[in-house]
């Protein structure tokens, strides 16, 4: 089945600085890939999502770039601000109906 | 947030003891969705709804049921509760259109001693 792996599991950055997060994915016939933001003791909230047909989609601060060649694709926000600060799950689906998630990344932007 | 609750929204149950976990919305979305969430693993699926009295396994399924009488309902059901258990589980709900775009419920946490 489906597998995604998700890079780093932690980072810290500057208020202000860029922060990207990549997620690899294994099965080429995925074709929605969602990022979701969970800060601490709430419910993980849909932030952008990209579909194979389009290789980047921006969002404001936010941006998601795919690769489907090789089967990668990542998040990048710009400008952090301390509310950045949260777990970010990727996530990868191969049907219309299952999502597989990464294990998440904690961005810690510190000001 | 999407029309979605859950509850409770926290219990402590002991080792051996049946538990039922609820999801409940109000959106009248075709698919319903359970997953925990543990340090380290993300978010895993146990079973997933794609409509009434029909359901499907997703990755950690075993010691788990799941029921689905209602479109608004979906039911989780730890038979005989086992400390590994202990976690924090998701409802999601999504409308089945050709992307799978899911939201969360707000969390119910178990603690199983």
């Known amino acids: 089945g489906e597998n995604v792996e998700q890079h780093p599991s932690t980072l810290s950055v500057q208020e202000g600085d860029s922060a990207v997060i990549k997620c690899t994915y294994s099965?080429?016939?995925?074709?929605?890939f969602p990022w979701y933001k969970q800060e601490l003791g709430k419910r993980p909230q849909l932030i952008i999502d990209?579909?194979?047909?389009?290789g980047e989609k921006k969002d404001q601060r936010i941006a998601v770039t795919l690769n489907k060649t090789a089967k990668h694709f990542s998040l990048h926000i710009t400008e952090t601000q301390p509310e950045d600060s949260a777990v970010y799950f990727c996530?990868?689906?191969?049907?219309?109906?299952?999502?597989?998630f990464g294990a998440g990344t904690i961005l810690r932007v510190k000001s | 947030d999407a029309g979605i609750t859950q509850s409770p929204r926290h219990k402590v149950t002991e080792t051996g003891t049946p538990v039922t976990l609820r999801c409940h919305q109000t959106?009248?979305?075709?698919?319903m969705y359970w997953y925990r969430q543990d340090p380290g693993h993300g978010l895993r699926l146990i079973h997933y709804?794609?409509?009434?009295?029909?359901?499907d396994k997703g990755e950690v399924s075993d010691g788990y049921s799941v029921s689905r009488s209602k479109t608004e309902d979906f039911l989780l059901t730890l038979e005989s509760a086992t400390s590994s258990q202990t976690s924090v589980y998701f409802c999601?709900?999504?409308?089945?259109?050709?992307?799978?775009?899911?939201?969360f419920g707000p969390g119910t946490r178990l603690t199983v001693t």
């Open positions: 999601a709900i999504s409308d089945g259109t050709s992307f799978n775009e899911q939201y």
């Open positions: 099965d080429s016939a995925s074709n929605y």
């Open positions: 990209i579909r194979s047909n389009v």
């Open positions: 996530a990868a689906s191969i049907r219309a109906n299952k999502l597989v």
């Open positions: 959106e009248n979305h075709r698919y």
């Open positions: 709804s794609y409509g009434v009295k029909d359901t």
